[in-house]
């Protein structure tokens, strides 16, 4: 009798795990074969396609995705190529650049040290930094740059982001970049720390010289001690360069190849250097950041402290100013945290809900990958049946002609550079060196929004005429 509910039992456990295999199954095949586009403008026909398809109509030689569900990790597959001359194939294992997603991944190791009472999350950081300070001025002098300024985007520093260097480019150490001897300018505070929101990789590039003076030993290690070993992300390194040993499990990075200043070619030498490590220096798979997005989670609800306690993980997940935590951005209202990544050649993202097992991460190899990114990201959600997840629908307003060439010109954003607005054959076009060109649609006569992935860009006007735009925060000035 025993060995007959044996028996029957092993057989309920392999119908149960047939039935699970089968509906992942149907869920990847959805994704595969079903994509519904993220953003629909109405009176416009909505159709799907396949995942093949979008990689092809966007130019993006290689996608990789992992999904999370209950706790771990229950898919993950490569798409596409890795290498396109080579014919290399996109695998779980294809390193690829996070890109500022490396942030919150730093951030983690940041409140490690906070954790451990090596650093205050609001002291001066000159106080603990050594062999570079943040120069002073009237701003400092009204408050102080802290950690916790750095890690939320608070600490009044500029350089919005950094465009990398080619392999056979002289690199600059931290202190280089920190001073503006490499390819973007000196990182300085500007405006009063903790009084707004303004996204800065400078301040995580402070960041990162902040922990190496505590440590006194180099960014990569601090990281693989502190938070890639823990939690078990083994492919993953903030190493600038990537060794030369891993350079066959690396993706190769692609330009726009529907953007007509390029034909989609490869980026020159294939990726770019980062010495900027905590702002946009980790290579890594989808898997490893699920692990990180599982570990946080399992932080949060207590039920693991292999790096932050469920303390810690809370303060980190707690929005601060424009909604962003201790490093992530918190998302869907408070639900998530996650991130988004932008280095020349690769755009990625995640998203991960705080209170549960569940999330995406996406990553690509290709300057265009951004729509792709966010249509893959909402289709998982709505095939798992995620909530706080919808189409994005607009309406697109009628205006003059006047209106439209009021806006052209060249707008200077802040650390980034310049974009060029412009009015062709009554359609509105916005292009710049560190992005792909986008045509901008309006919602109003000052609000805009970029057709592939929704961004919204705001005109502002002073005395009846256009000066400035506003983008996620920030403000470009019109030049000419």
């Known amino acids: 009798m025993a060995r007959l509910w044996t028996l029957l039992i092993v057989g309920l456990v392999g119908c149960q795990a047939l039935q699970d295999r089968q509906a992942v199954d149907a869920h990847i095949a959805a994704i595969e074969n079903e994509l519904e586009p993220r953003l629909v ?27 999370m569900n209950n706790g771990a990790i229950e898919w993950a597959r490569g798409y596409g190529l890795a290498d396109v001359e080579s014919g290399r194939p996109v695998t779980p294992t294809t390193l690829f650049q996070a890109a500022s997603i490396s942030k919150p991944v730093a951030a983690t190791a940041a409140l490690k040290f906070v954790q451990d009472g090596l650093i ?17 001025n009237e701003f400092t002098e009204a408050q102080p740059v802290t950690l916790r300024g750095l890690v939320t985007h608070t600490a009044g520093m500029t350089v919005h982001g950094f465009p990398g260097y080619a392999r056979d480019e002289e690199v600059p150490a931290t202190i280089g970049v920190l001073d503006g001897e490499g390819n973007t300018p000196p990182i300085r505070v500007d405006i009063q720390p903790r009084t707004r929101y303004r996204y800065s ?13 505590v440590a006194g030993k180099p960014f990569p290690e601090i990281m693989r001690e502190t938070v890639l070993e823990p939690f078990g992300m083994s ?3 903030y190493e600038q360069p990537l060794p030369e040993a ?13 953007d007509p200043r390029s034909d989609g070619e490869e980026v020159e030498g294939k990726w770019h250097i980062y010495p900027e490590m905590a702002a946009a220096g980790l290579w890594t798979t989808p898997s490893d950041l699920a692990r990180f997005a599982i570990a946080i989670q399992e932080a949060y609800n207590g039920e693991s402290e292999a790096v932050l306690s469920a303390e810690m993980a809370r303060r ?3 929005p601060d ?21 932008s280095n020349e050649g690769f755009r990625c993202t995640f998203t991960a809900f705080i209170e549960d097992g569940s999330g995406a991460v996406i990553m690509t190899n290709s300057d265009t990958g951004g729509a792709l990114t966010g249509e893959i990201l909402l289709n998982i959600a709505l095939e798992y049946g995620w909530p706080g997840f919808e189409q994005d629908e607009r309406t697109v307003a009628e205006l003059e002609p006047a209106v439209y060439e009021e806006l052209a010109g060249r707008y200077n954003i802040p650390g980034a550079g310049i974009v ?49 735009f506003v983008v996620q925060g920030t403000r470009a000035a019109k030049i000419e």
Do not use: C
């Not at 026909?45 to 999904?67: N, W």
């Not at 990789?201 to 003076?213: A, E, N, S």
């Not at 607005?421 to 992005?435: K, N, P």
């Open 41 to 67: 403008v109405r009176g416009e026909p909505m159709e799907t396609a396949t995942l093949a398809e979008r990689m092809q109509a966007l130019g993006v030689p290689g996608v990789s995705i992992a999904v």
């Open 120 to 136: 205050d999350l609001d002291e001066d950081v000159n106080g603990k930094l050594v062999t570079w300070k943040v120069p002073e």
């Open 201 to 213: 990789g400078g301040g995580y590039t402070v960041m990162q010289h902040l922990l190496t003076d």
């Open 235 to 237: 492919e993953s390194t």
């Open 246 to 258: 891993r350079w066959e499990q690396a993706a190769t990075g692609y330009r726009s190849k529907v």
């Open 316 to 318: 980190m997940l707690t």
């Open 321 to 341: 100013m424009e909604g962003h935590g201790l490093g992530p951005a918190i998302q869907g209202g408070g639900a998530r945290f996650g991130h988004g990544g």
């Open 420 to 468: 060029t607005i412009e009015y062709v054959d009554g359609r509105l076009w916005a292009e710049a060196d560190f992005v792909p060109r986008a045509e901008l649609l309006p919602e109003s006569e000052t609000v805009f929004f970029a057709r592939d992935d929704g961004q919204r860009l705001t005109f502002v006007k002073e005395d009846g005429r256009v000066v400035a």
